[in-house]
């Protein structure tokens, strides 16, 4: 594939943003509805859900600083699988992937990948001892040992073997901004790569053989690379019915992307980074004109409103949920938004992305169990989600918005459609994490759809936040995107742009608390410009140029507080 053309390609990605006033709704009709079910609770900084594939469907969790635990299949406590020590485990260090040997039930090998002590990132191979629950702790070897520069992130990465039999292992370019190490597109370093090794052919040290196939030679031998051009490749999977390879990388100030790659594609692929960014120009510099980049099949903007880091997911191929079969499930790590592509039959051609809002943050990884069901691990709320499926509500949302008053805050929002549906509980926080309930509105039952209004009785200032709960008759719902209310604590400060009417194209601000930054917007959402208030007070005069006349937003933004007032722009 060469430089990704929006116009031409058969990728096609459903994002939309609403913009009014400050306030970002995003909406979307989510194919499958995806929802979160807790299974197992009280876990420490859980990084990862494996399987043994050994017969006993056995739930393993990997953790954070070094232990793995082992559940039944009915989430009841077995043991503490295995302990390691001398881990660096602060920013992104770790225990970070496990995996079982296709043949673990005879062989009772596995392999762990974790940052040592100093930071460099270290693949080691363990058996399992008498007790099926329990590793063999003094059995463990260095497999390979990966030198990491100083910097904490951009580790990956995460272990599987494919089906060919070969063990495959994720690696970052190395940490810090645009590949300071240039490690991403150098084929003869192991970071910023997708790695392939044999290990079915040593028993000596090094552990493994490189297989004939690994398409770079340097100094005459093959090496362990199988792909190129990755930043942070945290998380990643096979699609075990097709074998297909599923890989998200991490982005850096522009795109969080999703990467596809055929089980019959031949190796040797270079996903860009960093001359590309996801699908757009980035360092072309030392970038070769010929080079074929395999761009990503999906992506999306990385900023605090969209998300910062992508959760790469699973093609979901179990059956307890029919309608999640085929479907491709990830989020992102900091907003818990849910992405999902598919269905998935085999043809990149068909891949189509939606995104579907969630309040499950901090994710770390979606995992199988042996009977393909799929799993999901809170890096922050230490559980273990069942992930489920079900029919997509009878409600289409496609408005949500509220406005202050003295003492309450008027909601409203509107469907396009309603068939059978049961009610909106509205929700309420100051945070945008904590929700309360704070009210209910019975659905008007209307197949054409139909508005809606709610008071919340609340005086004060700050920001107050807001979502609807959707629920079902059945009992199944899903939550809209949550809106943003800001409110001041004075006229004058609410508003500050003097005159509001302008006429001369230069802005009068007048500043009376500390803010960051002041952006001037359309109000289809397009940011014209941006100035920096750093350490400005009083009256601050901005020249507006050439500026058409119409209506425009201007926004200040602070640590904690986010202002917005329209002006008029006169000839």
Request: net charge negative; glycine share 10%.
């Amino acid at each position: 594939m060469t430089k990704f053309d929006a116009s031409r390609s058969t990728v096609y990605i459903k994002f939309l943003l609403c913009f009014y006033f400050g306030i970002c709704v995003n909406f979307s009709v989510a194919q499958p509805l995806i929802s979160f079910k807790p299974v197992i609770t009280g876990l420490n900084t859980p990084m990862q859900i494996v399987n043994a594939g050994d017969g006993t469907n056995r739930i393993f969790i990997v953790q954070k600083a070094g232990t793995v635990l082992v559940y039944d299949k009915n989430y009841v406590f077995k043991s503490v699988f295995l302990t390691l020590s001398g881990l660096a485990t602060e920013d992104e260090h770790g225990l970070l992937s496990m995996v079982f040997h296709p043949d673990y039930k005879t062989n009772g090998l596995f392999y762990v990948y974790y940052t040592n002590a100093v930071g460099n990132l270290v693949l080691e191979r363990f058996n399992v001892s008498a007790n099926p629950d329990v590793a063999a702790a003094s059995s463990g070897v260095i497999v390979l040992t990966i030198l990491h520069p100083t910097q904490p992130n951009h580790n990956g990465g995460e272990l599987h073997f494919g089906s060919d039999g070969y063990l495959y292992l994720s690696t970052g370019d190395g940490g810090g901004s645009n590949d300071p190490y240039q490690n991403a597109q150098n084929t003869s370093a192991l970071l910023g790569k997708m790695l392939r090794i044999n290990v079915n052919t040593s028993v000596e040290p090094p552990y493994y053989t490189i297989p004939d196939t690994n398409p770079y030679v340097v100094d005459g031998k093959r090496n362990e690379v199988f792909a190129i051009g990755l930043r942070n490749p945290f998380r990643w999977s096979f699609d075990r019915q097709t074998n297909d390879m599923w890989i998200g990388d991490v982005g850096q100030g522009a795109r969080e992307e999703v990467n596809h790659r055929k089980a019959g594609t031949t190796s040797g692929v270079n996903y860009g980074w960093p001359c590309y960014e996801g699908n757009l120009d980035h360092l072309l510099a030392n970038c070769s004109g010929t080079a074929q980049y395999h761009f990503p099949v999906y992506w999306y903007q990385t900023s605090f409103e969209t998300g910062r880091s992508v959760i790469g997911g699973v093609v979901y191929r179990g059956s307890a949920f029919p309608k999640m079969v085929g479907y491709y499930i990830g989020a992102d790590h900091y907003t818990g938004d849910i992405h999902i592509i598919g269905p998935v039959d085999g043809s990149e051609n068909a891949i189509v992305g939606t995104m579907q809002k969630s309040s499950f943050t901090y994710l770390s990884d979606f995992g199988e169990t042996e009977d393909g069901e799929l799993y999901a691990v809170g890096l922050s709320t230490n559980t273990l989600y069942l992930v489920q499926g079900a029919d997509p509500l009878p409600v289409e949302l496609v408005n949500f918005s509220g406005v202050k008053g003295v003492e309450s805050v008027k909601l409203s929002w509107e469907t396009s459609i309603e068939k059978k549906f049961g009610q909106f509980d509205v929700e309420f926080s100051t945070n945008a994490k904590s929700f309360e309930k704070v009210g209910y509105v019975l659905a008007k039952d209307a197949p054409n759809g139909a508005e809606y209004q709610f008071s919340h009785k609340r005086s004060g200032v700050g920001n107050l936040y807001y979502r609807l709960k959707m629920i079902d008759i059945d009992g199944t719902y899903k939550y809209s995107s949550i809106i943003s209310i800001t409110t001041v604590d004075s006229e004058l400060s609410a508003n500050f742009v003097r005159p509001s009417f302008i006429e001369n194209k230069i802005l009068n601000v007048v500043i009376e608390e500390p803010f960051s930054s002041l952006e001037l917007v359309e109000v289809n959402g397009n940011i014209l410009s941006k100035t920096d208030l750093t350490g400005k007070r009083g009256n601050i005069e901005i020249p507006l140029g050439s500026m058409q006349a119409g209506i425009y937003i201007v926004r200040m933004q602070g640590a904690d507080k986010i202002l917005n007032q329209k002006i008029l722009v006169s000839q």
